[in-house]
């Protein structure tokens, strides 16, 4: 499937800043289920810096602004041919081993009640380990509804779990936290999603969450579609979790200004020319 | 050896040791009287050059003075040879260590150090993978602890790979001693170690990333002067001629990190670091750190500027890798460890926690993340209650212990309030590596005080001496 | 140098010089309470320093009792106020402290010593000073760190923004001290030229260290447009607007020197001198006393913003 991906974040600040520097992982990342066609990260304003590909295989750009300045807007455009892989990540070149990723974070520490919900789901699974992943997934999914609006960027996985709401990120971190509390490492990734004409599908700009999964490797698992990524997504990056991989992190100099984040994305099949 | 057991450095069985036979004239030279006026002089110099130390967590007068015992501590020419090859050997085996689990990971595919214990650890750097710092170095300064049981015996206590503190102590003390006591070094063959300053100049310039041209630019960078050691800090600043920066002096822009000069920005090429991994770069670790450069990590993994110690260094000074420290001498140097560590029990390990468990008024016992000589049981001093006490923190976190025997610590004649008597020493050399790997011969002794104390932490009454090696 | 290095250096030397002006100013109050008020008793001239000082309603609002002894706590040792000599001081030390070594040891013992004997001074029986021990040891530690700087430390640039913070805040409060006199202390115009203005005008001079200079230049009465004349446009006085500001174009010029490059800070101290250098008495009372010293601690206050901006904050525009 052919992706065509708009993406603007413009933070707006109250009062003019001295400067502004962010890390920038707005880059498909190098594996078998996606193939860029055409792709920028565009900053106006801002002196382009630093750029490695990390451990983890991700791009990172670092980009700093001078001030004053009041607006901050990076844009990204592209094109990227996408496969189904069944959620595996395929021909990821990565240097960070798996079990890097048995470590917890204040929002993805799981306390009892996700303890309790990853015992109780894993009874019935059996051994096989793609079973067990799953069966987490489906736990997660289940246990916390969809509904935006209700949770915050810091917003714990044990708290997402006990309010029963929460959206994406809250579902990754959750899984996360069951992944280890079962001893699988798992991880937090973002990435765009194609809305579905039905609108069955939520936040085109959309995070999920990795399990290591023996024989298999690292495999997607969506709870907040209770699916695995397919051909409708792309993938950016990871990290332990929503700040660890956040696609844009940045930090603003002199002053602490009230900071207004306005986004929009659109994720479209991309139109075939007819001739 | 006397009676008690413990190892006197000067005095054994009536006779004076060779390292110390020039101190016992000194001493005779030496009426109450004019050693107080000594010691009082030796404050004031302190005083006056500032040279305080701030105490974490405790209040009080945040300038206060760390006792400085004008006795010095000596070894001979013989016997420091054996702890310099010793300490460059385990400098080398850390540094190895830490290539190999931030690179290819043979160590732990031989089945020689269990990977948890690496991937697991709280200092491990998942950014840190991958990446080779400049010459293959991790960890520039490192600060091995060491104590000392009998005339050959040594043991080390633990390695710092982070930014081991107390050098300012083992220049400044040298300093003194010099303007206070000149005949003494008239008298004794002393090897310098002022040198110190140059050598970390020259072991700081031979890292310097691979976009730098020229003479690479140095920096210290402090959390602050509200930081205990922030003399240490401007001291060895002033001392190599680099400035001595804070986070805020500091900025990223395209691929290099600039300071804020009078003049403008300038480049930085190697950032001697004193704050911690998770406060060097906003961006990267924790968000809220004030203290560090946003965009420095990036600028740092694409070669613009090279981080001292590197961040991520701390997973080999872990107190439960360290067990490993022979294996690792053994596996990358191919060489058998000149320097014992003390026998260790894990308490992660079942058999080993039950010893501990059972015998906890023999023991030792730290917190494996800990230092300073906080969250520890010192069982041979403790009543009942605080070792039942403790033996429950055990039980709880079994992980986060290990256990030591008592070491029968050497003692080092110490002026105290009655004259003379034994006081509990340690030793602190402070490695250096870059280019080579060097150490100028000698190093912080710490003294532990009060009598019969084996807590030789500063901030817990500790005191400090000179520390001389005597040449051939 | 590190900006923020600059920037501490700049400010050790202005809270210094701030320091001795408290003690100034705090001289003048005690004096002129000494002499004898036209309608009768004596005169309560210490609401004049409180105002000259900045510090009027901290003061009500903390001690309510405008009598010598709470202006003395207030102005001397009291860390509420920003500008006592005991902040001034301790501020001084500060900074000092986080530029430890780009200082002389001279330098740091004088900031230092100093500051602890002033905490000596904070535990001692207020009975046992006088005024004026206060005052004058005050003075005393000012030419101690002033000598130790001329006397020892390098002519780096690090010097050259020591000079520069002490000639800025010099021209301020000369400025600061003569509108006390002429615009604060003054009831009414009908008092000028009697004894009473003889006095103050005195005194003023003698909290200067000026009584001296006056009265080896110049011959007569003392005058407004004599006083104006030394205090503002004599290039011999010391402290004299003229001077200070003067002080800071040389330092200014040797930084520019120094980095091989100018900045507004330069054009803008020119600037001032240049318009000082051409004054004359009458045109001063012309605009009149007060206005012109206004003007010329606001021209003064934007040489030094330019200062900041251009060489202390480390990213010129």
């Known amino acids: 499937m052919k992706l065509s991906i708009r993406h603007t974040s413009r933070y707006v600040f109250d009062a003019p800043v001295r400067g502004v520097v962010q890390n920038q992982r707005l880059f498909p990342a190098l594996c078998g289920s996606q193939r860029v066609l055409q792709w920028s990260v565009n900053t106006p304003g801002a002196t382009k810096g630093a750029c490695f590909r990390d451990s983890a295989g991700d791009w990172v750009e670092t980009v700093s602004i001078r001030g004053p300045v009041k607006t901050v807007e990076v844009q990204v455009t592209g094109e990227v041919e996408t496969t189904d892989t069944a959620g595996v990540l395929r021909d990821h070149a990565e240097q960070v081993v798996p079990s890097v990723y048995l470590r917890s974070t204040r929002q993805t520490a799981a306390d009892a009640a996700l303890q309790a919900l990853t015992h109780e789901a894993l009874e019935p699974a059996g051994t096989q380990p793609l079973a067990r992943a799953h069966a987490l997934a489906g736990a997660v999914a289940e246990a916390i509804a969809y509904k935006p609006g209700e949770t915050e960027a810091h917003t714990t996985a044990a708290e997402a779990l006990s309010g029963g709401i929460g959206v994406c990120q809250d579902h990754a971190h959750a899984l996360i936290a069951c992944a280890h509390v079962a001893d699988i490492p798992a991880r937090y990734v973002t990435g765009y999603l194609q809305a579905d004409a039905d609108g069955q599908v939520h936040e085109a700009s959309h995070a999920w969450a990795e399990l290591f999964v023996e024989d298999l490797g690292w495999v997607g698992f969506d709870p907040a579609n209770q699916c695995c990524p397919d051909e409708r997504y792309v993938r950016l990056g990871s990290g332990y979790d929503a700040q660890d991989a956040a696609p844009i992190r940045g930090l603003v100099q002199g002053g602490t200004p009230a900071e207004h984040l306005e986004v929009e994305v659109t994720v479209s099949r991309h139109q075939q020319q007819q001739q | ?472 | 140098m590190l900006s923020r290095h600059a920037d501490h250096l700049f400010w050790m030397t202005r809270y210094i010089e701030r320091a001795e002006t408290t003690a100034r100013l705090l001289e003048v109050g005690a004096r002129n309470a000494l002499l004898p008020d036209i309608s009768g008793g004596f005169r309560n001239d210490w609401d004049a320093v409180l105002q000259a000082s900045g510090s009027v309603d901290a003061f009500l609002q903390k001690y309510g009792d405008v009598v010598q002894r709470n202006v003395e706590t207030h102005l001397f040792f009291d860390q509420d106020n920003p500008s006592s000599v005991m902040s001034c001081l301790s501020a001084a030390r500060e900074n000092a402290r986080v530029v430890r070594t780009a200082l002389t040891a001279s330098v740091w013992d004088a900031i230092n010593t100093s500051y602890q004997e002033l905490r000596q001074f904070q535990r001692t029986e207020r009975s046992k000073f006088q005024l004026t021990d206060l005052t004058e040891w005050t003075r005393r530690t000012a030419y101690l760190v002033r000598g130790a700087i001329t006397g020892t430390q390098l002519r780096d640039d690090g010097y050259h923004f020591m000079g520069l913070g002490a000639s800025i805040e010099r021209a301020d409060n000369t400025a600061r001290l003569i509108d006390v006199k002429y615009y604060v202390l003054l009831p009414s115009v009908s008092y000028v030229g009697s004894g009473l203005d003889q006095s103050q005008w005195a005194t003023l001079l003698r909290s200067m260290s000026a009584l001296g200079a006056y009265n080896w230049t110049y011959s007569g009465d003392i005058t407004a447009s004599k006083i104006a004349d030394l205090l503002i446009l004599n290039r011999k006085f010391p402290r004299s607007l003229v001077t200070s500001v003067e002080q800071s174009c040389e330092h200014l010029d040797s930084l520019a020197r120094g980095y091989g490059s100018s900045t507004d800070a330069q054009a803008a101290a020119r600037g001032l001198y240049a318009e000082l250098a051409d004054a004359q008495v009458q045109d001063i009372f012309e605009e009149g006393l007060h206005d012109f010293l206004g003007r010329m601690q606001s021209l003064n206050a934007d040489m030094a913003q330019k200062v900041q901006a251009a060489y202390l904050q480390g990213l010129p525009a």
């Open chain 2, 1 to 472: 050896m006397t009676d008690t057991g413990i190892y006197n450095e000067m005095h054994q069985n009536g006779g004076i040791s060779a390292a110390y036979r020039n101190l016992d004239q000194w001493l005779d030279t030496m009426p109450a009287d004019l050693r107080s006026l000594k010691q009082s002089e030796a404050e004031a110099l302190f005083r006056r050059v500032g040279i305080t130390f701030a105490v974490y967590g405790e209040g009080g007068d945040p300038e206060r003075l760390i006792p400085f015992d004008m006795f010095p501590r000596v070894f001979t020419d013989r016997e420091w040879r054996k702890l310099d090859r010793g300490i460059r050997q385990r400098a080398a085996a850390l540094n190895a260590f830490l290539a190999d689990v931030y690179g290819r990971r043979e160590i732990i595919r031989a089945g020689r150090i269990p990977e948890h214990l690496v991937t697991r650890n709280e200092a491990f750097e998942k950014t840190a993978v991958g990446f080779r710092p400049p010459r293959d170095v991790y960890s520039h300064i490192v600060g091995i602890d060491l104590v000392r049981t009998g005339p050959d015996q040594f043991y080390v206590l633990e390695d710092n790979c982070r930014t081991p503190s107390g050098v300012s102590y083992m220049l400044q003390n040298r300093e003194i001693m010099m303007r206070m006591f000149p005949q003494l070094f008239v008298e004794n063959r002393i090897a310098p170690v002022d040198g110190y300053a140059r050598l970390l100049k020259k072991t700081l310039a031979s890292v310097a990333p691979e976009k730098c041209e020229g003479e690479p630019q140095i920096a210290i960078l402090t959390p602050g002067q509200f930081n205990s050691a922030y003399y240490e800090h401007s001291f060895l600043a002033d001392l190599m001629g680099v400035d001595l920066v804070e986070g805020q002096d500091l900025f990223v822009e395209g691929d290099f990190v600039w300071e804020k000069t009078t003049e403008g920005p300038r480049k930085v090429d190697v950032i001697y670091r004193r704050i911690d991994d998770a406060f060097l770069d906003p961006l990267c670790f924790r968000p809220d750190s004030m203290l560090g450069v946003p965009g420095l990590m990036s600028v740092y993994r694409s070669g613009g500027v090279n981080i001292c110690s590197c961040p991520g260094a701390g997973v080999a000074d872990d107190k439960a890798i360290y067990t490993y420290v022979p294996d690792m001498i053994r596996f990358y140097l191919g060489e058998e460890p000149i320097l014992d560590n003390v026998p260790t029990w894990q308490c992660a390990k079942e058999d080993d926690c039950k010893y501990v468990l059972d015998n906890l008024a023999d023991l030792v016992v730290k917190e494996v993340h800990g230092s300073g000589g906080y969250g520890m049981l010192v069982g041979p001093k403790s009543d009942k209650s605080t070792i039942e006490a403790f033996a429950a923190k055990i039980r709880e976190n079994p992980g986060n212990y290990i256990a030591q025997p008592t070491l029968a610590l050497s003692a080092c004649p110490t002026f105290v309030e009655e004259g003379i008597a034994p006081r509990h020493v340690d030793l602190r050399p402070y490695c250096l590596v870059g280019e080579k790997i060097e150490l100028v011969p000698g190093g912080l002794t710490r003294v532990a005080l009060t009598e019969g104390s084996l807590v030789v932490n500063s901030s817990q009454g500790g005191g400090v001496k000179d520390t001389w090696v005597l040449a051939e």
